[in-house]
């Protein structure tokens, strides 16, 4: 079972910026989908950016043009950039991973694999 490992949250002011990244404890290259994910105590986990194995990217409309998802699958890695953070971009986020589907439907099938999750906070 691939472990992934987030890092690079923290507190930042609004319209700074900020890099998560995740990192897998082997080869991530046996998922199709690897996709951000945040929630907010009390709230329901909302699907933030999606990668398909040919890059094609998948963005909800609250983070569409501020924030970019990219993967390094030599590294096992996939990153977010964070820009002109707002306030309400203030939640954990967690990375993860699965293997069918189609990468643009954020919640089916279920991803398979998560991260602990790593605090931002925006201020």
């Known amino acids: 079972h691939v472990q992934l490992v987030e890092s690079g949250g923290g507190s930042v002011q609004a319209g700074g910026s900020l890099r998560l990244s995740c990192v897998g404890s082997e080869s991530t290259q046996s998922f199709r989908c690897m996709a951000w994910f945040r929630q907010v105590p009390g709230q329901e986990r909302m699907g933030v950016a999606t990668i398909d194995p040919d890059g094609v990217t998948t963005y909800a409309s609250s983070v569409k043009g501020r924030f970019t998802i990219s993967k390094d699958t030599v590294k096992n890695a996939l990153f977010l950039e964070m820009n002109s953070l707002k306030p309400e971009d203030t939640a954990i986020y967690y990375c993860?991973?699965?293997?069918?589907?189609?990468?643009?439907?954020?919640?089916?099938?279920?991803?398979?694999?998560w991260g602990q999750g790593t605090q931002v906070t925006v201020s």
């Open positions: 993860a991973a699965r293997s069918g589907g189609y990468c643009y439907s954020m919640f089916s099938p279920p991803y398979t694999n």
